[in-house]
């Protein structure tokens, strides 16, 4: 499935070096048994970043009101940036 997914997508597989299949876990790759180990690591940390992030939201219940957000942003960002270096 991984070969066929990335032929199919055009994905270079040196660009992307590990995949996580549903229902299975992780496969990597690399130009040593020590890369593909470390790819399967990096894999892992962010697989279990996503859930403590869905946990977090889910328990956090109401969204943040859009006015917030954008305040937050637009003094950093925006164009009477105010906030942080310029």
Request: net charge positive; glycine share 8%; hydrophobic share 30%.
């Amino acid at each position: 499935v991984i070969v066929e997914t990335f032929r199919d997508r055009k994905i270079d597989p040196i660009a992307v070096p590990g995949v996580l299949v549903r229902n299975h876990g992780t496969f990597s790759w690399g130009n040593s048994a020590m890369k593909s180990v470390e790819v399967g690591k990096v894999i892992e940390t962010v697989c279990e970043m996503a859930e403590r992030t869905e946990n977090l939201r889910r328990q956090a219940g109401e969204p943040i009101p859009q006015h917030y957000l954008d305040k937050h942003y637009y003094r950093k960002h925006g164009k009477n940036a105010y906030y942080g270096q310029k």
